[in-house]
C-alpha cells in the first residue's frame, strides 16, 4: 500500500487561507482518484482545511506545534514542513503499515497510475524523473523530461523500510533534523550512497503547480520556461492529474466514496 503525506501550511503563515484551501482541494481531488484502491492520504495540518471534498482515505492529523523560531522564511517553512511529514509518516506507520510513502505539497497534483504501479512490487524506491510544471490558470505545461526531483518536493516514493524512522520522534528540532525528509533533490543520492538505489519512475509522475501566491519554494519565479517545452493542456493530461483551474468547479463528486 501507498500512503501520500500532505503537510499543508497553517492559516496563520498563508496569505490567503482561501487559496490555500483551493489548491489543497484540487490537490487532494488529484490524489484520491488513484485507479488502484491500494492508497491512504495522510494530511497534517495545524488548521483543518476548508473545503467540500471528503474520502474515506483521506485522513487529517491536526498538530499543535509551536511556531518555529528562525529568521529566514524559507528555512522557516521548512523546517514546519519537514516535521509534519515526520507527524505523518509516524502516523501512517501506526495505523496503516503500508510499505510505500509519498511527500506531496499540498498545491502539486500527482498521477492517477501511482497506486497501482507500486502495487506488489518490492524496491527501495522511484523518483519522478519525468513530469510538467504548470503556472497556474494557463493553456498549456511545460514537459520536464529529466532530472524533475530537483525541481519539485512532490518527486519521491521511498520504501517504509529505509525512511529509518525514530522510535522517539522529535518535533520540536531544527532544519537540520528533517533534511532527509524534505531535502528532495537529494534523496535519490543519499540511497545510491547506501548501496540502495531508487529507480526512475517510467511515466511523469507529478504537476509542480506555480504561480499560486503561496508556493513555499523560494526559487519558482527563476524556472526556466522553454518553448520547446509547452505541451497542450490535453483533456487525457487533465483527468491523470486531476489538474482544473480554480475559477471553475471541478467534475468530480463532492464525496468520493470509491476512489477507484
Request: aromatic share 12%.
Amino acid at each position: 500500500m501507498l500512503v501520500f503525506i500532505v503537510p499543508l501550511k497553517s492559516r496563520r503563515v498563508s496569505k490567503s487561507w482561501e487559496r490555500v484551501c483551493q489548491l489543497f482541494e484540487r490537490c487532494a481531488r488529484s490524489i484520491c482518484q488513484q485507479s488502484s484502491p491500494d492508497f491512504q492520504v495522510v494530511v497534517v495540518c495545524h488548521d483543518r482545511p476548508e473545503i467540500a471534498f471528503a474520502s474515506p482515505r483521506l485522513h487529517y492529523l491536526e498538530v499543535d506545534f509551536p511556531l518555529v523560531k528562525e529568521t529566514d522564511p524559507v528555512v522557516r517553512g521548512l523546517t514546519d514542513k519537514g516535521r509534519k511529514v515526520l507527524a505523518g509518516l509516524v502516523y501512517a506507520r501506526d495505523r496503516f503499515s503500508p510499505d510505500y510513502a509519498m511527500t506531496v505539497d499540498a498545491d502539486d497534483l500527482v498521477s492517477s497510475r501511482l497506486a497501482e504501479f507500486v502495487r506488489d512490487r518490492q524496491e527501495t524506491g522511484w523518483y519522478v524523473d519525468r513530469g510538467y510544471k504548470y503556472r497556474e490558470s494557463a493553456p498549456v505545461v511545460h514537459y520536464k523530461g529529466s532530472h524533475f526531483y530537483r525541481l519539485s518536493g512532490t518527486c519521491n516514493i521511498l520504501h517504509f523500510n529505509h525512511l529509518a524512522l525514530p522510535e522517539y520522534p522529535e518535533y520540536n528540532r531544527g532544519y537540520g533534523h528533517y533534511k532527509f525528509l524534505i531535502d528532495h533533490q537529494k534523496v535519490k543520492a543519499i540511497m545510491a550512497d547506501q548501496g540502495q538505489p531508487m529507480k526512475a519512475l517510467p511515466f511523469p509522475g507529478s504537476v509542480y503547480v506555480l504561480g499560486t501566491g503561496d508556493n513555499m519554494s523560494a526559487n519558482e519565479n527563476k524556472l526556466f520556461f522553454s518553448l520547446l517545452s509547452r505541451r497542450p493542456l490535453t483533456q487525457k493530461l487533465r483527468d491523470e492529474f486531476g489538474l482544473y483551474d480554480l475559477v471553475e468547479a471541478p467534475m468530480t463528486p463532492q464525496y468520493q466514496s470509491n476512489p477507484v
